[in-house]
Structure formats: structure tokens, C-alpha cells
């Protein structure tokens, strides 16, 4: 069956450390895969996306990479802050599949303590 | 402001009644899609659109009714609430990819409801 799996649902790191975010996924072929991030009570926001042949795309403190081999994207923010405290949620569109959909994993809830 | 607007944000319903959730986008986006949102469960698609008049069911489309009939509305109706409907619904935006490019969807704020 497919899968998107992210790890343990939570993650807590002390302020200024490299907080590190795994996704991994099963029987999908991704043309693409992207992460947003989501504050309780609010909607989603998109962070980046990474394509299918790249390796690594940075945006300020984040970076993610893709690994189509091992099958797994890692979400990295450095020198993380309090505010980077929320769900971080892993989605990707698959190669063939209706343009535009996406599958979600069901999210890391990070903390970042002072 | 440009961006998904979603009404009501809250939202109580009896078993049994009918209610339609908004969802409005003024970017032009040809992708629309109706997501809940469950605790452990993540989100799930309802139903989604790639464009006016053309719709599709998601993974648990059972229960609710789309129509896209101008390209910024695409509202979420649902037929005869029930209880298990109780969640957080979100509706998302995005252009179409035209290869393997991919455009970050564009989220509304969400719309709680409880079905009692």
C-alpha cells in the first residue's frame, strides 16, 4: 500500500540547533515533494519545494533534500527559534497522477526550546 | 487580499442537517481541493478540481457534494451531517503543473464543525 511516513509525530530541540525532519514514502513515484508548516488553528503554509532531479534547495534557514533512491526527503532548519515551534507536514505530487494533487503525511509537531 | 477565504470558521450542526462550507480564491488558481483534517489522521482529500465544471472525488468523498461552476467558488456541501463528520476542513488552491514543476497549494484559514 502507499505510504508517506514522517518520523515520530514529535520532535523538541534546544534554540540554535539543527532541527532535522524526515519523510519517507512508499510505493509512490514523486515527480515533486514539498513542506509547509502549520500553526494550531491555522491552515497550512508552503515552506519549498524540491523536484524529483534535485538534490538540495535551500530558503534562508531551511533545506531540504530528496533522495529518490532511498526514497526519503529530510527537512532541515539551522539555528532554530522558539517560532519555529509547529507541525511540519510532508506532501508530494506523484509522477502521472492528476496535475496539481498531492499526498500529505500526517506531520512532525517540532518544538524549539530557549 | 489575495488568498483562500473560507467561511463559516465555526460551525455547529444536528445529525441529519445539510450545510454548505465557502471557499473563494481570487488568484486565478485552476486547482481547488477540499481536505479534513482529523487528530492522527492527517489530512485527507474530500474532493478537488482542475478546473469550471470539472470535479473528482478524493479518498472519503462519501457524504459531501462539489461543484466548481466559476473558477474562484468552489464550495462543500454536506448532504446529511453526521457525527464521524466532526473535523477541521480546509480548502487549497494552487496552479496546475504543467510538467513536473508542482505549485505549492495555498490554504484557507479552515472551518471547524461539530456534528452532535
Known amino acids: 500500500s502507499q505510504k508517506i511516513e514522517q518520523n515520530s509525530e514529535a520532535l523538541n530541540i534546544q534554540e540554535g540547533k539543527t532541527a532535522t525532519l524526515t519523510c519517507n514514502y512508499t510505493?509512490?513515484?514523486?515527480?515533486?515533494l514539498q513542506w509547509y508548516r502549520q500553526d494550531p488553528g491555522r491552515g497550512p503554509v508552503f515552506l519549498l519545494l524540491?523536484?524529483?532531479?534535485?538534490k538540495e534547495k535551500r530558503k534562508e534557514r531551511l533545506k531540504v533534500t530528496f533522495d529518490t533512491t532511498l526514497k526519503q526527503s529530510l527537512f532541515h532548519i539551522t539555528a532554530s527559534q522558539p517560532a519555529d515551534s509547529a507541525t511540519y507536514l510532508c506532501?508530494?505530487?506523484?509522477?502521472?497522477?492528476?496535475?496539481?494533487?498531492?499526498?500529505f503525511g500526517r506531520g512532525t509537531q517540532l518544538t524549539v526550546w530557549p | 487580499n489575495a488568498g483562500v477565504t473560507q467561511t463559516p470558521k465555526f460551525q455547529v450542526l444536528k445529525t441529519g442537517q445539510s450545510m454548505t462550507l465557502q471557499c473563494a480564491q481570487d488568484?486565478?488558481?485552476?486547482?481547488m481541493s477540499w481536505y479534513r483534517q482529523d487528530p492522527g489522521m492527517g489530512l485527507r482529500l474530500i474532493h478537488y478540481?482542475?478546473?469550471?465544471?470539472?470535479?473528482d472525488q478524493g479518498e472519503v468523498p462519501n457524504g459531501y457534494n462539489v461543484s466548481r461552476s466559476t473558477t474562484e467558488d468552489f464550495p462543500l456541501r454536506l448532504l446529511s451531517a453526521a457525527p464521524s463528520q466532526t473535523s477541521v476542513y480546509f480548502c487549497a488552491s494552487s496552479y496546475l503543473t504543467q510538467h513536473s514543476g508542482g505549485y505549492g497549494y495555498t490554504f484557507g484559514s479552515g472551518t471547524r464543525l461539530t456534528v452532535v
Open positions: 510505493n509512490y513515484s514523486p515527480a515533486y
Open positions: 488568484m486565478n488558481h485552476e486547482y
Open positions: 506532501a508530494l505530487g506523484e509522477r502521472g497522477s492528476t496535475l496539481g494533487r498531492l499526498y
Open positions: 478540481s482542475v478546473g469550471a465544471g470539472i470535479t
Open positions: 524540491i523536484r524529483e532531479n534535485e
